[in-house]
């Protein structure tokens, strides 16, 4: 029985992390995984798939130059699956091959397997061709991810019916699309889709859709989507979908309302993948969705077992997960007690792209704290006109008191990618007055900063 110092139980982002920094720690390290899914979730069915889907599309459809060129402009038409796909394939399979160089440049050892617990300090691992092994370790990293939930009574099918992991396997475009759920999941694909002049129709039965977000922001949203065409029916939960024929989907609501599609998105929710693990033989519990509670450490109850990423539930981002992994390695080792960033930045990756950081301003009414807003639009930056962009805000929130930014709240291309101007300043204890008394580069469409800053010095000076 081979034995380690530290053995990590997923190979997605929170475990990469965590196993590259014990190895750099000179820990003798092994990190376990299936070898179709080394990498884990977010390359093969999450981060990296949707991302590089939202590219593709963007791309191959025109969308993205369909401000210069009109609505009816298309780079290519009658576009098919294997379009998408193709870029898909070449991307993931990068992705995991960098993965694997890294883990191999800091002699992390790989095993290929479906892991279990024996003990708390031991493992078995099942192989492909059907040979079990034990391994022993002193400590433990648990990354096994998530995966969609599948409510009992739909057709999940993966040729009308899909979860979020299915629907990467989608074999032809479809012509109309109903996805369950207004989460970021749901409305990621949603948004792609239509720019694909797929019919689109979003149900969830809460009132509103990424109910976090700053309120603003939401509105934004939804007037893009339904500029474009796409249905949004909230306040409606689904009854039953049926599988009609060859041809169509039919959902139909709680209300009575009846929806036919060529394929159904279910959306709505994702679970630990706890199940083969048997968590409970090493002395470790899971909540009613499979997920693993831990300390301020990422310690479970099991002192030396760790666990980190979407088995431990909110925010179960990739960024965050990567930090997580990392954190988690360094405290088993040094002793480090380090903690969580608390303002890292959420990212959406719908059409348009949202991403924030800090407080919206729901919050800050609700905490009763004096501030003022500066609202910047893309399309009315020099940069944002030679994009050819017709939407897009940048929302920054600042105190009344000391001027010190509060929030920051994008929407529109290029939002992921922005936020990280005004995370800086918001960690850093900014204020409006970097905004104002710094010089941004022309055109860009950082230069919004500015005019959002500006905007707000108005206000604060009437």
């Known amino acids: 029985m081979q034995a380690y110092d530290f053995i990590v139980i997923g190979s997605g982002p929170a475990g990469q992390r965590a196993a590259i920094q014990a190895a750099k720690l000179g820990k003798r390290t092994a990190i376990v995984d299936r070898q179709s899914m080394l990498g884990g979730v977010s390359v093969h069915t999450g981060t990296i798939p949707s991302k590089t889907l939202r590219e593709a599309a963007l791309y191959l459809s025109g969308w993205d130059q369909r401000g210069l060129y009109g609505q009816n402009y298309r780079l290519k038409n009658n576009l098919t699956i294997d379009d998408l796909m193709q870029r898909l394939h070449i991307t993931l399979q990068h992705e995991t091959d960098v993965i694997q160089n890294q883990l191999s440049r800091n002699n992390v050892d790989i095993i290929e397997g479906t892991a279990s617990f024996v003990d708390d300090h031991t493992i078995s691992v099942e192989h492909v061709d059907g040979g079990v092994e034990q391994y022993k370790g002193d400590y433990f990293l648990i990354a096994v991810g998530s995966r969609p939930v599948r409510p009992e009574g739909i057709p999940f099918d ?53 109910g976090f977000l700053d309120s603003e922001v939401v509105d934004e949203l939804t007037h893009s989507l339904r500029d474009r065409g796409v249905s949004l029916r909230l306040g409606e939960n689904v009854d039953r979908i049926e599988n009609c024929d060859n041809d169509h989907v039919l959902v139909t609501t709680k209300s009575g309302k009846r929806l036919s599609a060529d394929m159904v998105l279910f959306a709505a929710g994702r679970i630990g993948s706890t199940w083969a693990l048997q968590p409970d033989k090493a002395g ?179």
């Open 158 to 210: 993966d040729e009308h019916v899909f979860d979020s992991d299915g629907i990467l396997r989608i074999k032809r475009m479809p012509t109309s699309l109903v996805v369950v759920g207004a989460g970021v999941i749901g409305i990621e694909y949603a948004s792609i889709f239509s720019t694909l002049d797929t019919k689109v129709t979003v149900l969830d039965g809460r009132d509103t859709m990424l």
């Open 284 to 462: 470790i519990e899971v909540d009613d969705r499979r997920l693993i509670s831990v300390n301020e450490n990422f310690q479970t109850s099991v002192p030396h077992i760790y666990a980190a990423g979407d088995v431990i539930g909110f925010p179960s981002l990739a960024s965050t997960s990567m930090e997580q992994g990392r954190l988690a390695a360094s405290h088993a080792f040094n002793g480090a007690d380090n903690h969580m960033a608390k303002n890292f930045p959420f990212g959406i990756y719908a059409v348009p792209e949202i991403s924030m950081v800090g407080a919206t301003e729901q919050e800050l009414r609700k905490n009763n704290v004096p501030y003022e807003i500066g609202v910047a639009r893309l399309r009315e930056t020099a940069r944002g006109q030679i994009m050819g962009l017709s939407e897009g805000i940048l929302k920054m929130l600042f105190s009344l008191e000391d001027k010190k930014v509060l929030g920051i709240h994008i929407i529109g291309e290029g939002a992921t990618e922005l936020i990280h101007i005004g995370q800086a300043a918001l960690v850093l204890d900014g204020t409006l007055d970097y905004f104002i008394d710094n010089v941004f580069n022309y055109p860009t469409l950082a230069e919004a900063y500015k005019v959002a800053a500006l905007d707000a010095w108005n206000k604060m000076n009437v």
